[in-house]
């Protein structure tokens, strides 16, 4: 077994593939879906013989940047045993493999089972606990083959995405991704907002005849608008305050948000001010989009 330090990618494989097994109860389905969510191509329960042909159709779809998984348990009957034949032959491929192990202490596995008043899938006539017990014994080569194993006991399942994002996402997947929106108030505030925030208290270039015809992003609209004592202000209490909120969306596994900036029509106050916002965010070490809603429309 290799720690996760050892897991870094190499620029010598044609593609990644990760082999998802472990105890039930232990989170398999939600490691599945982060991977999802990043973007992997994720199949379940499936007879572990079809992993490489899966993946090599794939391939053929997708080319270099494959990223497959796939869910393998019991479940699959007789051919489960197979698995460590068909985990052997693929690293022998030019891919680069990795084999997760989740599991649990008992007492959590008990707890879990209890909270979705579902029987253990190997339990029979059985408890839950003996089923516990006959799959950890079922699964004990496969937890010693395994190039990571997670122990999940003292994981949420908000927890298990993030260690999921931080050992198989790339640098910006493992990022909260901050979306600036400059929008106008005319037509509509954006349903996508997590923050909204009005600078229609800022003076109005429209009304100023050499600026009127031009946009937020323009040298001279930006000087206008951030010039103004309470426009600065604003951007440093603003800072001050989205900070730790940004910080706090990182701890609880939020990877995207959006902070929408309005004026009057989003033309040239609210383009300016989440341009300035956005590249001080930038500047701070957040992975920035900027976005302006409705730029042109006038």
Not at 19 to 32: D, K, P
Not at 71 to 89: I, Q, T
Not at 152 to 167: A, F, G, I
Request: proline share 5%.
């Amino acid at each position: 077994m290799h720690d996760e330090s050892s897991l870094a990618p190499r620029s010598d494989t044609t593609g990644d593939v990760v082999i998802i097994t472990g105890l039930a109860g232990a989170g398999r389905e939600t490691a599945a879906h982060a991977l999802e969510d990043m973007g992997w191509y994720v199949v379940y329960n499936i007879a572990p013989q079809l992993i490489g042909t899966l993946y090599e159709l794939r391939a053929s779809a997708v080319g270099r940047e494959n990223r497959f998984a796939v869910v393998v348990d019991p479940r699959s009957g007789p051919f489960f045993s197979e698995l460590a034949d068909v985990v052997a032959e693929l690293r022998r491929a030019d891919l680069r493999l990795r084999l997760l192990f989740l599991t649990a202490d008992e007492s959590t596995l008990v707890r879990r089972f209890d909270s979705v008043r579902r029987p253990h899938p190997l339990q029979g006539e059985e408890g839950v606990l003996e089923g516990i017990r006959r799959e950890r014994e079922m699964l004990a080569p496969y937890r010693a083959m395994a190039d990571l194993v997670i122990d999940t006991s003292p994981l949420n399942v908000h927890q298990l995405t993030m260690k999921m994002r931080t050992v198989f996402g790339t640098s910006e997947e493992q990022q909260l991704t901050v979306t600036m929106l400059s929008f106008g108030f005319k037509y509509g505030i954006p349903l996508e907002a997590d923050h909204v925030s009005d600078v229609r208290f800022i003076p109005n270039p429209y009304w100023v005849p050499e600026l009127k015809p031009k946009r937020g992003t323009d040298q001279e609209v930006a000087d206008f608008v951030l010039g103004d004592a309470n426009a600065a202000e604003f951007v440093d209490r603003y800072l001050e305050m989205i900070t730790p909120v940004l910080r706090g969306y990182s701890a609880e596994n939020k990877h995207f948000t959006t902070l929408a900036i309005g004026c009057t029509g989003g033309k040239h106050r609210s383009v300016a001010v989440a341009e300035r916002i956005g590249d001080r965010l930038r500047s701070a070490g957040h992975a920035v989009r900027i976005r302006h809603r409705d730029l042109g429309r006038e």
